[in-house]
């Protein structure tokens, strides 16, 4: 394979033999990547307000994050490899101009079906943004310190993530219905993140590449739409539907058929090579099994504070906080634990540490307060952390530098397949438990049996923690269909950290075999 052209770093790290000044790219693609996980969290909490404003049904508000997380998750690595041919820096600035300008006309929709639209084209100009984001900084820090700069960039998105739920709390009108503002707010925020990307990023780009390999592009756009389709459709359709199956078939054969092509194209979109460094297999699986047991469970609580606690989505925000922040303490840390240990050790202890989180989760009851939730915050953020920045290191660090936009795509479409995969699974898991213990907490409460109908729309209001009662129920009827729903919903949830716990501890188990890349500069492959 060609190589790009690479120089050594000189022996202090500075900025005159790498691509541009190191710190402040790192400034400016975490203002880009603050843009992008802004608007993942706070949409969330507008989506009721845009149903009503919109008249939009529940299936159309499903799209609004679905429509996004399919462009996004099918783009990925395709972006990342036009990175590399035509320079990081031009797709990065792209992005963020795409993302920015996407956002306002999302904001001044007049229909539900536009807003969609301009959502699916949100999400392909997301796409270029992140994995340029991370080849920006594989270019511009010496290996000896791309472990902290990924640290910082991790606590840049803990601080987006944290801030998410609380600025959409207060940004999001209820009595007016004004949800624009929360699309609004990504024009200044992509206008300062384009200026100084201007100013201070030099361009990246491998020189040895010349073309893309459009059929390989077809093939994996293809097998990761399959893919993401059936984890999205799978809790409608059912897993053992038909068209489940179907689209799973079809991610096979297309799989199948790109892994083919890759070994044949003359410069081919993902080259096979890549996955000859144990690492780097392995990082990739690391960060489908941690995007599976954090977003799994991430999702459920949610409901957990909204519904059976009857919290605001700002209310809600401040209960997850914790873990939000102290990711911004905990990302920085676990870089420079990884410098210091090799990815090996803080791995399989931060995953050993979520196993523990995801566990004292599993035990949240109706009457739990502030702190019963912040303490396995708090350690989910130190567990975590060190998982997120040695598997993204691993990954991109252990690239050869032509390839690392290639490297950041299937960094991040490894967290969208297993944050997908993590919230259809366990919502699976948590509505098959709602629906087997439900029954039994209707019996108790000794009021008359509901309809084989009644009892399956009971069950799914209950798989979300929704209560249905009706106005004018009497209040003793109300309290007694409230607490069957509340008691039904926390046996699924616990059954769902439980298996997120057994996730983790398979995650540090896989760890163990993990090495750290030889860290030389220009090196085809670093082999674990």
């Keep these: 394979m060609a190589q790009a052209k690479t120089v050594a770093p000189p022996p202090d790290g500075g900025a005159s033999s790498r691509q541009g000044h190191p710190w402040l790219t790192l400034l400016a693609v975490s203002l880009g990547v603050m843009m992008v996980m802004l608007d993942g969290t706070v949409v969330a909490i507008a989506n009721p307000v845009i149903g009503a404003d919109l008249k939009a049904s529940l299936a159309d508000l499903q799209w609004v994050t679905s429509g996004y997380l399919l462009a996004l998750a099918v783009f990925l690595i395709t972006a990342g490899k036009l990175g590399d041919l035509f320079g990081h820096k031009r797709v990065f600035v792209v992005g963020i101009a795409g993302f920015a300008l996407t956002s306002l006309a999302i904001g001044l929709s007049d229909s539900i079906s536009m807003l969609i639209a301009f959502r699916v084209l949100q999400g392909l100009f997301g796409a270029l943004l992140q994995p340029a984001a991370l080849a920006l900084l594989r270019a511009a820090f010496p290996a000896e310190k791309l472990n902290m700069a990924i640290g910082v960039w991790g606590a840049t998105i803990g601080l987006s993530s944290a801030a998410g739920p609380l600025l959409g709390g207060l940004l999001v009108d209820e009595k007016t219905g004004d949800w624009q503002s929360v699309f609004f707010i990504n024009v200044p925020v992509g206008i300062v993140a384009l200026i100084v990307a201007l100013l201070v990023i030099k361009e990246s780009r491998a020189e040895s590449l010349s073309k893309v390999d459009w059929l390989g592009v077809v093939l994996?756009?293809?097998?990761?739409?399959?893919?993401?389709?059936?984890?999205?459709?799978?809790?409608?359709?059912?897993?053992?539907?038909?068209?489940?199956?179907?689209?799973?078939?079809?991610?096979?054969?297309?799989?199948?058929?790109?892994?083919?092509?890759?070994?044949?194209?003359?410069?081919?979109?993902?080259?096979?090579?890549?996955?000859?460094?144990?690492?780097?297999?392995?990082?990739?699986?690391?960060?489908?099994?941690?995007?599976?047991?954090?977003?799994?469970?991430?999702?459920?609580?949610?409901?957990?504070?909204?519904?059976?606690?009857?919290?605001?989505?700002?209310?809600?925000?401040?209960?997850?906080?914790?873990?939000?922040?102290?990711?911004?303490?905990?990302?920085?840390?676990?870089?420079?634990a990884i410098s210091k240990f090799g990815p090996k050790i803080p791995i399989v202890a931060g995953m050993l540490i979520t196993s523990v989180a995801m566990f004292l989760l599993s035990r949240l009851g109706l009457e739990d307060g502030y702190a019963a939730s912040a303490v396995p915050f708090v350690l989910l953020a130190f567990g975590l952390s060190p998982v997120m920045v040695g598997a993204t290191e691993i990954i991109v660090g252990n690239a050869p530098e032509e390839l690392s936009g290639v490297a950041g795509g299937m960094q991040q479409s490894a967290m969208q397949v297993g944050g997908s995969l993590g919230t259809a699974v366990l919502g699976a898991i948590v509505a098959g438990k709602v629906s087997d213990v439900l029954p039994g907490y209707w019996s108790a409460t000794g009021l008359p049996a509901p309809s084989p109908a009644q009892m399956e729309g009971l069950a799914q209001a209950a798989s979300f923690a929704e209560a249905p009662v009706q106005p004018g129920t009497p209040e003793a009827v109300a309290q007694a269909i409230t607490g069957v729903v509340n008691s039904s919903f926390l046996d699924g949830m616990h059954l769902g950290f439980q298996v997120s716990t057994g996730v983790a501890v398979l995650a540090a188990l896989l760890a163990l075999v993990v090495k750290a890349g030889r860290k030389t500069e220009g090196a085809p492959i670093h082999m674990g």
Excluded at 254 to 275: C, I, K, N, Y
């Design 220 to 336: 994996l756009s293809g097998a990761m739409f399959c893919l993401v389709w059936a984890i999205i459709k799978a809790p409608e359709y059912g897993w053992g539907d038909a068209k489940t199956l179907a689209f799973l078939a079809g991610t096979l054969l297309l799989g199948a058929a790109f892994v083919w092509w890759q070994g044949r194209a003359a410069e081919p979109l993902v080259p096979l090579s890549l996955f000859s460094s144990l690492s780097v297999s392995i990082g990739t699986v690391l960060m489908v099994l941690t995007a599976f047991s954090m977003f799994g469970a991430m999702f459920f609580l949610t409901f957990y504070f909204q519904g059976v606690h009857n919290l605001s989505p700002l209310e809600a925000g401040v209960r997850m906080l914790p873990m939000s922040a102290g990711m911004i303490v905990a990302s920085p840390l676990a870089g420079a």
